[in-house]
């Protein structure tokens, strides 16, 4: 049977098409700068919005129409998961991603919720080699049952700490098994609601403590993904503790934690801890960190995770130009559609629509991005802008052959101070010509 | 002399243009919709940020590098206005605006004031002639001067509202002289610090007082320009009066203003009260007193008054198209760039830079605003979206024959309801189409 | 049976006592300023976050122990409502306030959904007969139900606009039965997601259309009770049309509502459209609008409602001193808790604290302000601040006797302006003292 | 001569004083957990919101009315000294801080300039040496002048780079020569504006080099003053390199600066980053980096940096606790009034109310603070909170004993897991009862 009936393979028809089903940007075999744009943008879909959302917010109840809402239990999960493989062909995405929780209902034991998993980790793994689809992620959702209400491995409960050890690594050893190519840690109970009742020191040399225990498993058991944390400053804690990516490499710094971990960086966290998407990717960048993206928007008047599907071409442009310049571009991750439809978007067919529109918004941003690369527009802005540290003493500076003394006697003897304009809005009418002419 | 010497007049040469001292997309004669861009987009260049504007912020001071900078006084009031002509030459556009504390200096006392005032409207009167470049608006500058420190209109001192009135009555009178179309009341003092020692009451009623004064005065002296009031929710005060389009039409309802008064929406005003710059602008619409608009942006990650030129074409196009809706379009009003080069944008030319980029992102705007509605793409679904109030009992009770009585009858026969879905992703990559392909 | 076993009734002890279930600042009897505190405050419990808040939130589930937990359907209904009077009684609270859908399920048809009501409303009667307790106002949910997706009153179906109607009929009925002092339209869904698809003007007008037909239809039976709107300026949707106090007054302004409504201010509502409580009292009260007020408070470093039990002290104090200076204080109105316990306080007696928390802060509050009231503290400070407009000039303008020609006249002859200071901090070290002597 | 004429010295007189110039709660010789309040606070007095601020904002001009504005150049400079000892009289406060812009006039050359510092560090000398006041801290001023509009250390020209060495070397001498106990580096230029011009690498680079030669720089001339970075997210730029706590520990330990270096905390830095006050001094205290404070406060409900004198008790109360927990409490460090008059608050003697009531809120937060260590009130909950972590499983994570396969035997072995609530509304409601009883 079909969850998505009528709704035919999506092709590339070019701009100019009106067909609703199809792609306009997005062509997979199209080369750019040597690679294809399957190659460049490794799309994931996103389990839980796609599957398992509803369409529910914090004052309404479900809305989404679904084929797989008539089952329940073990049924629907086993329905979810033939969905879930029919959208990604009918889309011709090569990859998902997801929680433990999306897949497989908990049980009543720790070892009945397991059962329950590896039932579905079968499943999902018999249709991957079917169908050659890969899993970008998976991760461990540790923040819908109640027993993570004070968090998970930043609880104020030892038991609950053992809990989510445990449930981490039956995910790793799931993720080793499905031939994931990252593993995502998103604390979403890990932060506080208030520091009157918070052991920040306590919880945070836990937080560390349990990482080290998951690079330590995953060597034991020969799981090689890439591990990523991914940065939000609130929601659903008043404080989260990966607050965005500076703060986490903070922390990755202080518990040595570094060289285990890269970010999984998502647009619309970005915008929540008070920086643009591009930001957190160029921060990511200069760091050697930038693993993967969640690829979504916000709206910046609101205050909340809208998590909308990305449309923004401005923002899709400068995200994709920092994973060009990435080294190794976006490596092992991908770009994951961590988004989900609006509520008044109900119908099964919205969300082929709203993977059309992101994938299209990302496809273009590319092609923007590297016509911007090829024309060298930016790289020569930077080099005539910081020309001066290319020689004398900007190069002595550079080179860690200054000191103050030296400065001083250089700034005494100089004549006055001349600076160039950062003539940034002219700056800005070329990106507008190339997104409207590329 | 010139102020911006080895600057060419700037000319339309089309998008694929690398030439920087062109412009892309404004072609002035261009005819869309039946009329010439130069007709519907109505440019003004803003005095204040142009010609007065230092590059100073509150961390730091003037950086702008200006020809008029070695005169002071009069002398600088006179190069200014020649400067002004100058740009507006430069730049083919046909309207500037001004406070009357831009164009003069403040004398020992208001005789002098007054007289340096008039001096400098003479001479502005003349290149008007010259030139037949024209007045958008003119308004009093009651914020700078710390007289104004409590407020003008507003504030808690009566010999301060008396030098307001007169200010004003001044102000109108140099606007019937030099013809302007409009005049605008901006409050930038009219608001309160805290409500710890502000009689709300009493100010507000104050203010309706002043502005019937300004409306009964204008009467008198036969000047018949639109009056506009620009919305603004914070800064320099906590909280403004005129805090944003509906917030100010409560105003104009309560003291009977409405049928004097149209509004001048900012973008980045609009964005400072958590509104989109469209947003205001469609509730000014439908409340039919959309009269001007302050074209600028905001950053929305920046809680204060940024005043970027526009460079958004979501923005312009979504700002053109409400514009392109309203009864008459920008009938007497204009786009008026109320934006300010970056304090690192110090060159004169950076001001010409600045000018096209903005002129260029209305004018691609409002070719793509155009081509949604020639297409119908909004009106389309627009009306299959509310189509169940053409008829039957929805057409009822647009037509004032339904009750709570009737309606109840009528849902307790009905059928279980079913609604459509809001599509609105799709919608939104509709419009990426657009804004790549126009 | 006991839904909060255990809890004994909660006295007042004082503000030394450290038993944590006793009043140490509320005590119902104290008279202030000539009326008892019960009857300055007139607390509500609000029955939604009480009895059918589950503690989820959008990435968790439900946290909440509740003894009513056990029950379902119409068997759950009818335990909320002893839970209700039991925690009336153990708070010694004189009101409630209920959505339609807080206090009975929903059937299969409208005429089922209404039996469900009736019978709940029965049982309530009985009980409030029985006790004294007092319905302070009800209202109708029309935000949860799938059917709202696109609005009540302000939807794009027709078929959903009457049945909203009739479901407020419904609740018009039910007020007038239980002698609801007033009825509160909160308008959940009444916004939009997008202008892109939305018909701004149309929604409005039928938002006022179906207000009308709430007025004439109270009108018809009889149901007196002084009508209520909630402003909020976002969330759920991305814009509310009743953003907030000047908003709402100006749409009742326009369609000639305004002698029919007054307004219900929540806090966090306030603070969410960037305005403190105490300014959309302020609003309200000079307007002759202030109703009510929804009692709780936001986190000003998040951006959606978290609906905190009030706590702050400085925020008490000034929505008291603004309800002491309206005329006839809170009138009908009083203060509800529209407050939730945080996810992390879920046993049954976290209710209690956070009640006590809440009722204890604004028993405080009211003292404070008391006391600035008896000392003319801010009295003086108006007095003395605005004194120019008692006579002279200030007093023809506001008499109505001053014109442009006349201030022009007065100003040219002034002596150079004096202002004084606004002496802010001062006033608000004085605020702190009364906050630690009271 | 006399800048605060007919200012007594200011008294404590307790809480029930009505004198407006007389502490209510900072009495400095009482003790308060075996520390006099003046031991605990060290006062500190900032030179350039006191003696430099004139009241302009970016939309009005100086209003403040000084004794010393009769002077300009280094008349002006000289009579600033002297006015700052006045009130550091008055006030009876030890310490004082100032940007090296604060104190002299720059002059046409560097030499000139530095000229014009040796004079005035020389007559602050011989002032401290004749009250024994002392400097808390001093700083460079590297944001004002238009050379740094690119940044300081982060300029895109290296000329800038030397002339900012250049100006903290002469800063650190000055800092030795007067006995300052703390030199701050706030980089009120380091950041960006856009991306799309800016290499992030480069500059932060170079900022680490900076940092590095002033340390060497430092350790040369056997400064030993404590090395503190002052965080701040935003403003003047759009983007600051030292965004927040976390941030600027990332920044230390990426270029191994963290030996070296304290944080200055702000609190209205914090709030403008998203952040609590007693959050980024609870990260600093948990880091060891809490080296001193700036006190003031924001107003959330604006997007910018309003200086505001700090007097909200719960703030106060919540730093105080931070720094009484704090080994060595505030150490080397003090509460700077990092913090300026409202602009209506224009005459002298607001400057003396101003700190009165900022003085008064600190001393009553540690009153309060101390209460509630004393009473062991947040100890308590925190003990009974994580007591868990104390033994067994618990003990043995934080003892490194355990792993993911021994704490999955655990959870597997494990009965329900059963969590207890955060009472976190009752915990507030204790706060209310200390902050109106101690």
Known sequence: MSYFANTPVIRYEGRGSDNPLAFKFYNPDEVVLGKTMREHLRFAVAYWHAFTGTGSDPFGGATNVRGWDRYSGMDLAKARV????????????????????????????????????????????????????????NTANMFTNPRFVHGAATTS??????????????????????????????????????????????????????????VDYAKEIGFDAQFLIEPKPKEPSKHQYDFDAATTLAFLHKYSLLPHFKLNIEANHATLAGHTFEHELRVSRINGVLGSIDANQGDLLLGWDTDEFPTDLYSTTLAMYEILLNEGGIGRGGVNFDAKVRRASFEPVDLVHAHIAGMDAFARGLQVAAKLIEDRVFDGILETRYGSFQSGIGADIVAGRASFRTLEAYALENKPIVNASGRLEHIKAIVNQYISNV
Chains 1, 2, 3, 4 share one sequence.
């Open 82 to 137: 033939e969905a879930c493989f029919e959208l990604l062909h009918i889309l011709d995405v090569d990859y998902f991603c997801f929680h433990d929780r999306d897949i497989a209902p908990e049980g009543d034991t720790l070892q009945e919720t397991n059962a329950n998993l590896d039932v579905i980790v079968g499943q999902i793994e018999e249709h991957m080699k079917a169908t050659g689809k890969k899993l970008l992620w």
């Open 157 to 214: 409960n030892a038991d609950v700490f053992a809990y989510a050890a445990a449930q981490v690594k039956k995910a790793l050893e799931h993720g080793k098994r499905l031939g994931a190519e990252n593993y995502v840690f998103w604390g979403g109970r890990e932060g506080y609601e208030s520091l009157l009742n918070t052991d920040l020191g306590l919880e945070l040399d836990n937080l560390a403590r349990f990482l080290h225990m998951a």
